[in-house]
């Protein structure tokens, strides 16, 4: 058992706070029952997984960490003021764990036909990241293109907003010169964001196969993004506000698509005869 803070690996997760340090090492740290399990689930690649038996006393969890270490995975047990140390939660669970990056590459995603994907320029909230990939995962988005300067989505804040949908998702960097051959090779569908858009979101004729690009929460989307896309849509306002959380802006969009392309649930009869 590990009981001094001061432990190299132990300093090594804390540093893992750092974009910097992730970006050195292709590792990023997660803390937490659900997520934990959801990265066990997705057989996502796994560093090693810690634990504190003073602070796990979930069932659950301590099968996560039996079945982990059974099949030869790498388990640090640490004593209860060393996981505080590494936690940032108030009341923590006991069990983390450090996970390797996972990014791919541009050139080698063939998007397929009836494939959705959101393409964010220059998003700077890890917050709202963590809520658009949770909101995709959840209107079935294959993944996030994430354009020029944005947020780290391995950040804390972008993990724990996310919920676990980060392991559901394709993550792909790019710069415009990158995105604007992806799609011009693919003959892929642009849908961009724009407050001075003539086409309401909620009218406009989505095709099969599309990206939607959103803009920054500050700038919008950048000229010469808008001048790639093949089609324009604004989210009508008629309060004082001038402007949508972009997180907020994304889902309205996100599933405005999805809804034209399912099924209803409630079949006629079965409203009539309720």
């Known amino acids: 058992m590990i009981t001094s803070s001061s432990n190299s690996t132990i300093k090594q997760i804390r540093k893992l706070r750092e974009r910097k340090e992730r970006q050195q090492t292709g590792l990023f740290f997660v803390e937490g029952l659900r ?44 004593s209860k003021d060393v996981f505080e140390t590494i936690s940032s939660k108030e ?40 809520t658009i990939l949770r909101t995709n995962d959840s209107a079935g988005v294959k993944g996030v293109v994430l354009l020029d300067q944005c947020t780290d989505p391995y950040d804390p804040t972008s993990i724990r907003a996310s919920m676990g949908a980060i392991f559901n998702q394709i993550l792909i960097k790019a710069d415009f010169h990158q995105f604007a051959y992806w799609k011009k ?3 892929i ?32 989307l950048q000229e010469k993004y808008l001048a790639i896309c093949d089609e ?25 698509i999805f809804n034209q392309r399912r099924e209803n649930p409630f079949k006629q009869e079965d409203i009539s005869n309720s």
Not at 112 to 130: F, H, K, M, R, T
């Open 232 to 256: 324009s849509v604004a989210i009508p306002m008629c309060g004082k506000s001038d402007s949508l959380n972009l997180a907020v802006a994304t889902a309205l969009c996100v599933y405005e």
């Open 35 to 78: 997520i934990v399990g959801e990265a066990l689930a997705s057989e996502w690649p796994i560093e090693y997984l810690v634990y504190c038996p003073f602070l796990l006393n979930s069932l659950f969890g301590l099968q996560l960490v039996e079945n982990f270490q059974s099949t030869g995975g790498k388990v640090l047990q640490v």
């Open 91 to 130: 009341g923590p669970q006991g069990i983390a764990a450090v996970l390797h990056q996972r990014w791919f590459e541009f050139d080698k995603i063939l998007p397929q036909q009836d494939e959705i994907w959101v393409a964010l320029d220059s998003i700077a909230d890890p917050g709202n990241l963590g």
């Open 189 to 220: 569908t642009v849908i961009g964001t724009s407050d001075k858009a003539k086409q309401d979101y909620h009218f406009f004729k989505y095709p099969q196969r599309l990206v939607l690009l959103m803009g920054s929460e500050r700038h919008g």
């Open 185 to 187: 090779i693919h003959s």
